[in-house]
């Protein structure tokens, strides 16, 4: 997990002894943490063949697919936290997505990187597409399809019904930032997400 601020205090947040699916779980070091640390009892969701080689080597429960469909096999409130790390900005659907998290989990945890941070407003305003840590792709070759600022998503939310518990804006060198400077100055947003019954299966109407 090094150099992944976010996935520090996705560790922190979640409760000893818990359960956790980890969306687009890379070769699994988050995982094998939480049941290290935490005694986590988790499974991850990976599309790219050589992560799901590494996890299983490394004895944890992966399921090989996409995560957009990958979620449909799992029952309701099967796991207490589904987790999203730096990856909603690449899904076709964030609603859906965060639905079906809250449908298989009790709590969503989601960190998104912060396109409101003040030195991708400058690399803007000098007539150049951003590049930075958080968002490291030329405009060409990114796979994000969704950038959102820490303002947009809370209002996503709000708009949505997804519930925000508790919300950490961090920069790289994991300084943490109040809510009232967060989105000009923090590089990402790591919320806890819940959701009543309702709301959730109002944004999987669409029978997906």
């Not at 589904?82 to 076709?92: E, G, K």
């Not at 600022?149 to 209002?155: H, L």
């Not at 990402?188 to 109407?205: A, M, N, P, Q, Y």
């Amino acid at each position: 997990m090094a150099g992944r601020v976010d996935l520090h205090i996705v560790r922190d947040l979640i409760e000893a002894g818990s359960s956790a699916l980890d969306l687009g779980c890379g070769d699994g070091e988050l995982l094998r943490e939480l049941a290290r640390a935490k005694g986590v009892t988790g499974q991850g969701i990976e599309i790219e063949a050589g992560a799901v080689a590494s996890c299983l080597g490394k004895g944890l429960v992966v399921h090989h697919g996409d995560i957009e469909e990958g979620l449909g096999t799992y029952a309701d409130a099967s796991f207490d936290y589904v987790i999203l790390s730096q990856t909603l900005q690449m899904t076709r659907d964030p609603a859906f997505v965060i639905g079906e998290m809250l449908r298989v989990g009790r709590r969503a945890i989601v960190s998104v990187p912060n396109f409101g941070h003040y030195s991708l407003r400058w690399q803007l305003l000098r007539g150049r597409m951003p590049v930075t840590r958080t968002l490291p792709y030329e405009w060409y070759d990114t796979p994000n399809i969704r950038h959102t600022t820490i303002r947009d998503f809370e209002r996503f939310c709000e708009l949505k019904g997804f519930h925000i518990e508790k919300e950490v804006h961090v920069t790289h060198r994991n300084r943490k930032r109040s809510r009232l400077l967060a989105n000009a100055t923090a590089t990402l947003g790591i919320f806890v997400l819940s959701g009543g019954e309702d709301e959730i299966h109002k944004h999987l109407g669409d029978g997906r």
